[in-house]
């Protein structure tokens, strides 16, 4: 091979190339133009590394094609610039996709939980199982408001968004056994019909309803929005569609953990109303109403925010800008 050439001849492409991938943003017809130069760059790389060996023209084209490939995986991105679209598309788009699962999951655990308080309250030997009559008593007049009250605000606060948030983590984490969702749902709606039962039969009921309103309405949400992703998961293994299980399960897991992380700042509000909002001596409107606001906010944002970004064509997979990288690899 006559180097000097081959150089010559392909010098005008190969400076294309790293003009290209240096320009900081390109249009589709110049993305496109450089895939196709990426493509052939890496032919002729090859060519020239076969028959030459390590060269001068064989090193510059492979740094250009270097930084063509960065375009498309995104990695040279800065951390930063990423946040934007994390919380204004990826995110909401992510949890968007989770709307009708979690509906499901809100209705099963209403349906659930009312039938446990309608047989426990329906039979006083069903009540008798959770406790002797002074324990129930006990936690009908005290313990259950005591609750929120007996540790310092900010501690209870962190621990009880420390507890929510791992329960979402491990929703979402184990969610592909397809089993463990459906456990952690049923296991929860038991306990708050059992809870309701002892409450209202004592005559407490409303105390239970006032004191749970203010942050469960947020934080109860973000326990279906994990459900929800979980089984999202398992489904992506059952049923992967055109792609093969392992590409449908990275794919869903990559826009799963990006509902961790809404979830995680979700249940830290929830958690903050509970630490702070619940046990404060304010009026029951007042303190609704801040657990209704945050609720109202969150389904704008997953609803309105997330439909807006989904309809665009985001999935919330953290993933996506290496599509680029992807489709020059089947290439």
């Not at 740094?63 to 951390?79: K, P, Q």
């Amino acid at each position: 091979m006559d180097l000097d050439a081959y150089s010559a001849a392909h010098r005008e492409r190969w400076e294309r190339l790293d003009a290209l991938a240096r320009k900081r943003r390109l249009s589709g017809a110049e993305a496109d133009e450089l895939v196709e130069l990426y493509q052939a760059g890496a032919a002729q790389l090859s060519q020239l590394k076969t028959t030459a060996g390590s060269t001068v023209q064989g090193d510059a084209l492979s740094v250009s094609l270097s930084r063509a490939r960065l375009r498309f995986t995104g990695t040279g991105d800065n951390l930063l610039s990423q946040l934007p679209r994390f919380f204004l598309v990826q995110l909401p788009a992510a949890l968007y996709r989770l709307r009708w699962l979690t509906l499901v999951f809100a209705l099963a655990t209403a349906v659930i939980a009312t039938l446990y308080a309608l047989w426990a309250l329906g039979d006083p030997r069903v009540l008798a199982n959770f406790g002797s009559a002074e324990q129930l008593q006990q936690l009908a007049d005290e313990d259950f408001v005591d609750y929120y009250s007996v540790n310092p605000a900010a501690s209870f606060a962190g621990q009880v968004w420390t507890n929510n948030a791992w329960i979402a983590a491990q929703c979402i984490a184990f969610g592909v056994l397809g089993v463990y969702v459906p456990a952690v749902i049923f296991g929860n709606a038991q306990n708050l019909g059992v809870t309701a039962a002892v409450m209202f039969a004592h005559g407490e009921g409303d105390t239970m309803l006032l004191y749970i309103a203010p942050h469960g309405l947020l934080e109860l949400t973000s326990v279906f929005v994990a459900a929800a992703a979980g089984m999202r998961i398992f489904w992506a293994w059952i049923a992967p569609g055109a792609r093969s299980r392992g590409q449908a399960l990275a794919a869903e897991g990559r826009a799963m953990f990006t509902v961790v992380i809404g979830l995680a700042i979700a249940l830290f509000v929830s958690g903050i109303i509970e630490g702070f909002v619940t046990p404060a001596p304010w009026p029951w409107p007042v303190k609704i109403g801040i657990g209704a606001l945050a609720l109202g906010a969150f389904l704008f944002y997953m609803l309105y925010v997330g439909g807006r970004a989904y309809r665009a064509g985001e999935t919330g997979d953290l993933d996506e800008h290496a599509a680029g990288a992807r489709t020059i690899a089947a290439h």
